[in-house]
């Protein structure tokens, strides 16, 4: 992210090192295995820069593992991702202690069937910090401070923290051709740690922990081998966490040409 509009920007010395290991028991049952390291040097913080506090001068170590496979004719896939983290944050002198879950189902319909479609859903878990203790709880997105999905840049607050939440999602699949793909999902967010006195991803001015709920609708067309075009438009309704919120809409259209 470019720091002209308050957005995050690197200025000290990061090192990112880890192993990574995938094992395949059966189609049914696959495993990762990985552990990140991350260093961070970074004294020089300014107040433009709208970063998370915790991702400067710390040292943190993730390890985690995923278990997915797929079954019944390949109608049915899964995904179970946890991980940890831990280590110290020498600016803020506070020990590193953090948690994520992912879990996500797809079902799909038989093949031949009308429209293709197929249904999922997801539940997603990132640690918030309680500012009560000594420890700092939220979870640190290591470097990726990008979208998950490409629509949701709405509900992240704090340009790229994906923190202190539960995220349930539940989305719809449709092929209404070989070359057109539609994808319309819904999610809702809700706080981990409500405490008033906590920031990150960003501050509850309201009385609840519903953060908000995001409508996305996406449509993918390819018209020949060399061009395709793509539409991606998302509806964000805060909720009670947000004391007078006001709806964000969110559009992306796209051309892709190959040659």
């Known amino acids: 992210f470019i720091n002209d509009q308050n957005r995050r920007l690197r200025v000290g010395d990061t090192l990112t090192a880890g192993i ?7 189609e049914l049952l696959k495993f990762d295995l ?5 260093d961070v040097d970074d004294d020089d913080l300014t107040n433009r820069i709208a970063s998370h506090p915790f991702d400067n001068n ?4 993730t390890v ?8 019944f ?7 179970l991702e946890m991980a940890r983290q831990g280590g110290v944050n020498s600016l803020q002198h506070a020990d ?17 069937m009308f429209l293709s479609p197929s249904l999922g859903f997801e539940y997603y878990y990132a640690s918030g910090d309680n500012p009560d203790t000594s420890k700092h709880e939220g979870w640190n997105t290591l470097l990726a401070e990008y979208p998950r999905y490409g629509e949701e840049l709405l509900p992240i607050m704090l340009n790229g923290v994906w923190s202190n939440m539960h995220f349930l999602r539940t989305d719809v699949g449709l092929v209404f051709s070989r070359d057109f793909k539609g994808n319309f999902a819904v999610g809702n967010l809700y706080a981990d740690d409500t405490d008033r006195d906590g920031l990150y ?12 709920t995001l409508l996305a609708l996406m449509l993918d067309y ?8 793509s539409a991606k438009m998302a509806k964000f309704s805060p909720g009670s966490y947000f004391a007078d919120g006001k709806e964000g809409y969110w559009c992306q259209l796209q051309v892709m040409a190959e040659f």
């Open 222 to 229: 390819r018209y020949n081998e060399y061009l395709s075009f």
């Open 96 to 112: 590193i202690e953090a948690y994520m879950l992912d879990g996500r189902v797809r079902v799909h319909a038989p093949k031949g």
């Open 34 to 38: 990985y552990y990140v390291f991350n």
């Open 73 to 79: 004719e390949e109608q049915f896939d899964y995904s």
């Open 201 to 212: 991803p960003v501050a509850r001015t309201g009385g609840g922990s519903y953060m908000g």
């Open 58 to 61: 710390l040292s943190l170590h």
């Open 64 to 71: 985690g593992t995923r278990i997915f496979g797929k079954a």
């Open 20 to 26: 990574y290991w995938t094992h395949s028991v059966s």
